[in-house]
């Protein structure tokens, strides 16, 4: 399975960008896939997920802000984002794997096997 993320870049706060992660190799409705991002000298940190049954978790700081959604006929997962903060400023992974993740273990990103390239997302006036 390859991964590729795009659609990062500049906004202002208060403002929206909705990133995207093109699949090959497999249907992403068979797929549990995540989004994470990463800031410099911090750890990569889990911002939403979902699976093929359905389940779908964000991170707290998240909730209300990001939707993640999948499109099975163009082979892509998405991440929209609403409402975006200088806190929100990181580069952008999805990720993925053929089983569903338990959901005590969503975050943490040893549990995925596909990663696709970061996208920069810069929150900033």
């Known amino acids: 399975v390859q991964l590729q993320a795009s659609g990062g870049g500049l906004v202002q706060p208060g403002g929206s960008l909705r990133l995207s992660c093109a699949a090959s190799?497999?249907?992403?409705?068979?797929?549990?896939v995540a989004w994470f991002r990463q800031v410099p000298g911090k750890e990569r940190e889990a911002v939403s997920y979902k699976d093929a049954g359905g389940n779908i978790y964000y991170r707290q700081a998240v909730k209300g802000r990001f939707t993640i959604s999948k499109d099975n006929a163009k082979n892509m997962v998405y991440l929209q984002m609403n409402s975006l903060t200088s806190e929100d400023t990181a580069v952008y992974y999805c990720?993925?794997?053929?089983?569903?993740?338990?959901?005590?273990?969503?975050?943490?990103?040893?549990?995925?096997?596909?990663w696709g390239q970061g996208t920069q997302v810069t929150v900033s006036s």
């Open positions: 990720a993925a794997r053929r089983d569903n993740v338990v959901a005590s273990a969503w975050h943490d990103p040893r549990q995925y096997i596909f």
């Open positions: 190799g497999e249907t992403v409705n068979y797929l549990a």
